[in-house]
């Protein structure tokens, strides 16, 4: 079979490279997948560039990618739950990360039944940015219905995905995204878009029960400023805190280095009496097969950008480096070449 590789770290066109691989075999607990789409995210560039060094060593080379939709071919002798034939789509869990190949095996708990009114590639757009916002609005911040969020990057993979959701779950949602974009993710649900080429939403907003900090940086600090007192600031792309540090198991040397580099992030929050957590998504049927409810329920739609065939996966990664994806960029194995 065909797979994706990461060869060596670097940029996109030095590291990834197409090689011959055989097709697994599933373990006890694993299902192997014939794969019909797979998405990006920007976790896979950061891999391929190296910058997760420190955190896990890889042997290159490695597959790359972590979102599928695909078929169960063959399962493992203790997976009762999928049989061959079943349409599925995961997130898949870090040690068995390569979903831009023909064929991957997945841990059974992974996986949840692909909705049937999608299609592999728009089944394939959900598990990681559903399971990300899923898990930082839903299970970390705690959000309610009539709360006022702050959604940063509203036209992205998580952003396009998280206003639904932030909806379906009742909020208020504002969000930032450029001119272009403004009148694209109202449609999506946005009750106040900001647009930050015209506008600083520094200057326009205050009391804010929740913010999703999904940029990072100076956003992460600002956050505070809009924030209301008591309120929640949750983030994917800020500054790791102590707590989830210990709960990735993240090593004593690391965990203090993590402290020392979250200290002014944690003084904000204790000066605003807040609450600051940074999400590290993981892998998760059961919480999968929730969202997959509210999207043959139609009260989410998938976001689906481009539809990059399998051959072309190196021009999808060049986009999705781009940072300017409205949605999510996809690859899809079913078109031939
Ligand atoms: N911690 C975790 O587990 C986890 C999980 C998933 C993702 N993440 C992180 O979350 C971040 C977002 O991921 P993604 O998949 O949404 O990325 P993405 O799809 O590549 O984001 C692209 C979008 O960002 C918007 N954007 C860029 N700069 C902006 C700004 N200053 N203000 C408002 N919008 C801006 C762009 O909109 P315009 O073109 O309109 O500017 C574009 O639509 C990444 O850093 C990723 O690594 C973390």
New binding site residues.
Partial sequence: MKALKITQYGDIDSSLAFQEANVPEPGASEVLIKINAASI???DL?VMRGEMKALKKLNLPVGIGRDLSGEVVAVGSGVSQYQPGEEVFARVGEDHVGTLAQYLVVDATHLAKKPENLSHEEAASIP??GL?SY??LIQVAGLKKGEKVLI?????????MAIQLAKAYGAYVI???????VDWVRKLGADQVID??KENYLDLLSDIDVVYD???QQ?TMDAFKVLKRGGRVV???GVLDPLTARELGINWFFRKLIGLKSRPVLKQAKDKNAFYR?????ANGDQLSELSALYRDKIISPVV?KVYPFSQSLAAFSY??????????IISLNSGD
């Fill in positions: 995210n920007p976790i950061m990681l940015v990300t898990q930082a940063h990057a509203g036209s992205g993979g998580i952003g396009s969000t930032t995204t450029s001119s272009a974009n930050y080429k999904t940029l990072g956003y983030s994917i792309a940074m999400v590290i998504m993981q950008d999705l480096n781009s940072k300017r994806a409205k949605g999510k960029v």
